[in-house]
C-alpha cells in the first residue's frame, strides 16, 4: 500500500525518544524544527501521486502489489538508470535537497540480498530469506528507512574489540533464543528521528576476536532502548524570515546520534550475528549502492549552483565576462561529471549471479564521488566569485519588509535594468542560504557524506585494471 504524506506523519506520532538541544521531543512532525525534515520526506510520499513523476516512481512486485519504484531491486542497466534518474528528479522536486527517505533504505536492502546470498551458500545459514521478508515487509508497507552505518570508533587507533569501553562499536550484548540485545552508538544518521525504520550494518572490517560487532539488523525507530540526539539545526534556526531560507525552511536533512541501549532484536530481524568475514564486504557494498545514489543527487544540486550562479551573473551585468564564463564551466562540470558517471556505472553494471540483481560498476561510481568530494570546495569558490559579496551580506527579509527601508533597498540594490530590485535581492537571499546557512553543514557532507575521499581512493585502486597499460608497458620494454 502506497502512503501519501499525511499518512506518512501520522506513523511518525509514536513515541519514539528523540532530543533536540536538550530538551525531549514529544511529537516530531509537530516540533517547531523536527517537522521540517519531517515535511521534507513526506513530500517523497507525495511524489509517488503526482502525475508528471508517478509512472516512473510507482511500480509493482512479482506478487502484483504496487510499490515504489525505489524499492525495486534492479535486474537490468535500465533499471539502475531510472533509479538514477528517479533519485536525481526528487531531488529537483525538493528543491535541491536529496530527499533520502526511501533511498537510503534499499540501498541497504540491495546490499544485505547480495552479502547474505553469499553468506547463505557459503555457511548454509538462512539470512538471505530474511532479508527478503524484510524487504517486503518495507516495500509493501510503504515505509522510510534510515540506515545506521557508522559507529563512534573511540580511539581509531584501535580495533573494535580493543577498546577502553567495549560499547563505541554497536555489539551484541546477549543472545536468546528469541533474539539479540544490543548496545552502543550511531553517529550523524541521516533522517533517523522521521524514519519509521532502521537497518543497522557494519562499517567496517573485522578480526575474529571482533565477532560481537559482526552484527546486522532492522529495528523500528521507536524500539524500546532507543534514543536520538539531534544536531542543532542552526541553518535552520537561523532562516527567521520566510524570505530567507527558501530551500532550509522546506526541505532539510537532519542527523542524530542513535544510542542504542540493550536493545532487544527478534531473530527474523538479524540478517549478520558474529560472521566477521563478511562485515566489510557488507560495509563495502552498501557504500557502492549507496555512492551510486550520491552521484544521482549531487547531479541535481550542482544543476541548482550553476543555474544560480548565472542567474546572478545576469543580474549584475557580467554574464558574458570571462572570468564569470570560467566559474560556470566549473559548475557544469561538476553536475555533468555526477550525471556521466552514474550513467556510466549502469551501463557498465555487474551481475549478481545468485540474487540476480545488477549492481553499478564501482569503478565509475568511485570516480564521479571522488570528483565531487575533492572538487566541491572549489565550485563553491566559483559560485562566490559569480555571486560576490552580497551572497553573505545582503540585508535580511526583515529589513525587506519594513515599508521605510524596502524603496531604499530596492533602488541600492537594482543592478541590470532589466531586473527588479526585488528580483536580485532574493536572488542573493538564495546565495546566502547556499554558502551561509547551508554552506558550512553541505560543505562537510559534500566532501565527507557517503564516504570519505581516502574511502574511495582505496575504491579506484582496487577496481582499475592496469593490465592492459602493464603489457603495453613490457611491450615497449622489450623494443
Request: glycine share 6%; aromatic share 8%; hydrophobic share 40%.
Amino acid at each position: 500500500m502506497l502512503r501519501n504524506g499525511a499518512q506518512f506523519l501520522e506513523g511518525l506520532v509514536d513515541g519514539r525518544r528523540v532530543y533536540y538541544r536538550g530538551e525531549p521531543v514529544a511529537d516530531v512532525t509537530r516540533h517547531p524544527i523536527l517537522q521540517v525534515p519531517a515535511r521534507h520526506s513526506a513530500l517523497l510520499f507525495d511524489l509517488h501521486f503526482d502525475p508528471e513523476l508517478q509512472a516512473e516512481l510507482v511500480t509493482t512486485d512479482d506478487t502484483g502489489e504496487p510499490i515504489s519504484t525505489l524499492y525495486r531491486s534492479p535486474t537490468s542497466t535500465d533499471d539502475l538508470l531510472r533509479r538514477s534518474r528517479l533519485i536525481e528528479a526528487t531531488t529537483h522536486r525538493s528543491r535541491g535537497v536529496f530527499n533520502i527517505a526511501k533511498v537510503i533504505g534499499s540501498d541497504a536492502l540491495f546490499a544485505l540480498h547480495i552479502v547474505t546470498a553469499a553468506l547463505d551458500r557459503a555457511r548454509g545459514t538462512d539470512y538471505r530469506r530474511r532479508v527478503l521478508e524484510y524487504h517486503r515487509y518495507v516495500a509493501h508497507g510503504d515505509r522510510a528507512v534510515s540506515v545506521a552505518q557508522t559507529d563512534v570508533k573511540g580511539d581509531r587507533s584501535l580495533r573494535p574489540h580493543q577498546q577502553a569501553d567495549p560499547d563505541l562499536y554497536v555489539r551484541v550484548r546477549e543472545r536468546r533464543s528469541d533474539g539479540i540485545v544490543v548496545r552502543g552508538a550511531k553517529a550523524h544518521i541521516t533522517q533517523a528521528q522521521v524514519a519509521d525504520e532502521l537497518i543497522v550494518i557494519p562499517c567496517r572490517s573485522l578480526s575474529s576476536e571482533d565477532a560481537d560487532y559482526a552484527v546486522a539488523f532492522a529495528v523500528p525507530a521507536n524500539a524500546p532502548g532507543i534514543t536520538m540526539v539531534t544536531r542543532p539545526m542552526v541553518e535552520l534556526e537561523s532562516a527567521r524570515h520566510p524570505l530567507e531560507g527558501p530551500r532550509v525552511r522546506h526541505n532539510t536533512l537532519t542527523e542524530a546520534l542513535v544510542v542504542f541501549d540493550d536493545v532487544f532484536v527478534p531473530w527474523e530481524r538479524v540478517f549478520l550475528a558474529g560472521e566477521t568475514e563478511y562485515a566489510s564486504r557488507l560495509a563495502l557494498t552498501f557504500a557502492l549502492w549507496h555512492r551510486f545514489s550520491a552521484i544521482s543527487y549531487r547531479a541535481a544540486q550542482a544543476d541548482l549552483m550553476a543555474a544560480l550562479a548565472r542567474e546572478i551573473a545576469e543580474a549584475n551585468g557580467i554574464a558574458d565576462k570571462s572570468h564569470i564564463r570560467r566559474n560556470l564551466v566549473e559548475l557544469i562540470l561538476l553536475a555533468e561529471v555526477q550525471r556521466m558517471a552514474a550513467h556510466l556505472a549502469a551501463y557498465r553494471c555487474h551481475a549478481d549471479p545468485t540474487t540476480g540483481l545488477v549492481y553499478p560498476d564501482p569503478l565509475c561510481v568511485n570516480l564521479g564521488k571522488l570528483y565531487s568530494n575533492t572538487h566541491y570546495l572549489s565550485a563553491t569558490q566559483a559560485f562566490i566569485d559569480c555571486a560576490g559579496g552580497l551572497a553573505a551580506t545582503a540585508p535580511s527579509g526583515d529589513d525587506w519588509a519594513h515599508p521605510d527601508l524596502r524603496p531604499v533597498l530596492e533602488k541600492y540594490l537594482t543592478g541590470r535594468a532589466t531586473v527588479s530590485g526585488e528580483r536580485r535581492f532574493r536572488l542573493f537571499l538564495l546565495a546566502r542560504e547556499l554558502v551561509g546557512l547551508l554552506g558550512g553543514y553541505e560543505n562537510v557532507t559534500m566532501v565527507h557524506a557517503e564516504g570519505s575521499i581516502e574511502a574511495s581512493v582505496i575504491e579506484i585502486l582496487r577496481g582499475y585494471d592496469f593490465s592492459a597499460g602493464r603489457r603495453l608497458v613490457e611491450a615497449l620494454l622489450g623494443d
